[in-house]
């Protein structure tokens, strides 16, 4: 397994806070384990813990970015937009502030803490506010590059993080460029889009396939706003059929955002690989993947399943 993301997040936030004076921190009663009490421990003076507040976080977080500050305001991914949405909408989003929302505990790999910390409708909310930048980082490397990224470019921005340990996907060579996607495998005949820790799944499906000579195309969509648009229409045009993978409801997230930009500008076969309307249960963090099909092998299988369409329909 490689390092913890939120881990790379408070590494990178106290690194930040050394290089620029006006970078303020809040917290919402869980620094240490969003991690940004790496940040309080060296830059006490500029972190502030708002307790069991995420609504009243909001608002101080929006009143500093108001007098110049660049704020990141954290909290687990249920919490945050879902308990503070309007606060968000109203001081963030409609007013274009410098506040970046770092979320950790996404999707159920939250585990055994059960359905109501496991966020899987967040990002569809996160999506809905207008001029927000929506990041989820596919490992440690892509997360810590896109703290920074935030920090250096003003406005709102909401990045989702997990809660465990995950591999590596990218090597220290990579660069993380907002609003672009990563092609992780080249391929002709499928390609499978995916975001955040899906990624890593994604690939190990694809390399399995390849065993069979199936060509598969891997995309990381770390960002999912602004998405990349020319990504997703070069893979319809080239391979002609896309699947979707990410821990989050298929609806309003991934899926829904290529889904639209294929059926706008390159129609071709689609399948969703995600969680389908439905809340999930307390549990080990692989047997909920397994049990909402977020694995190599069910995203394998859905994969072929889509090929045979596309071979019916061609």
């Given at each position: ?6 881990q ?6 106290a ?11 809040l ?6 384990s969003?991690?940004t ?23 101080i ?19 945050a937009?879902?308990?503070c ?6 001081c963030v989003a ?8 770092v979320?950790?505990?996404g ?17 569809a ?14 490992d440690?490397v ?15 921005f ?8 995950t591999?590596?996907?990218?090597d220290n060579?990579?660069?993380?460029t ?7 495998r080249?391929?002709k005949d ?8 899906m ?12 065993q ?13 706003k ?5 990504a ?6 080239e ?26 500008r ?5 399948a ?10 307390s ?11 977020l ?13 045979e369409?596309k071979s019916?329909?061609?």
């Amino acid at each position: 397994m490689g390092e913890s993301i939120r881990q790379a997040y408070g590494r990178t936030l106290a690194e930040l806070g050394r290089e620029n004076q006006d970078i303020v921190v809040l917290d919402a009663d869980l620094a240490k384990s969003t991690m940004t009490s790496l940040f309080a421990r060296e830059h006490p003076e500029r972190f502030f813990d708002c307790g069991i507040a995420e609504q009243n976080m909001i608002g101080i977080a929006a009143g500093l970015a108001a007098s110049g500050k660049t704020v990141f305001a954290s909290t687990f991914a249920v919490f945050a937009p879902g308990r503070c949405f309007d606060q968000i909408r109203m001081c963030v989003a409609q007013t274009g502030l410098d506040v970046k929302i770092v979320t950790t505990h996404g999707g159920v790999t939250v585990g055994e803490d059960g359905t109501s910390h496991q966020a899987i409708e967040d990002l569809a909310l996160a999506c809905s506010f207008p001029g927000f930048r929506v990041i989820v980082p596919a490992d440690a490397v892509e997360a810590a590059q896109a703290v920074r990224t935030a920090a250096n470019s003003y406005g709102p921005f909401h990045i989702r993080l997990c809660r465990p340990s995950t591999p590596l996907v990218y090597d220290n060579g990579y660069a993380f460029t907002l609003g672009k996607a990563a092609t992780l495998r080249e391929g002709k005949d499928v390609t499978i889009i995916a975001t955040g820790i899906m990624v890593a799944t994604a690939l190990q499906a694809a390399q399995s396939m390849g065993q069979d000579g199936i060509d598969c195309r891997v995309i990381s969509m770390s960002t999912l706003k602004p998405l990349d648009e020319d990504a997703v229409v070069r893979a319809a045009r080239e391979t002609g059929a896309i699947v979707t993978v990410e821990e989050h409801q298929v609806r309003g997230g991934l899926g829904s955002a290529v889904a639209l930009v294929v059926a706008e500008r390159s129609p071709v076969p689609m399948a969703y690989v995600g969680i389908k309307d439905v809340y999930s249960k307390s549990g080990k963090p692989d047997e909920l993947l397994e049990g909402h099909g977020l694995t190599p092998t069910n995203v394998e299988k859905v994969a072929r399943s889509l090929l045979e369409r596309k071979s019916a329909a061609g």
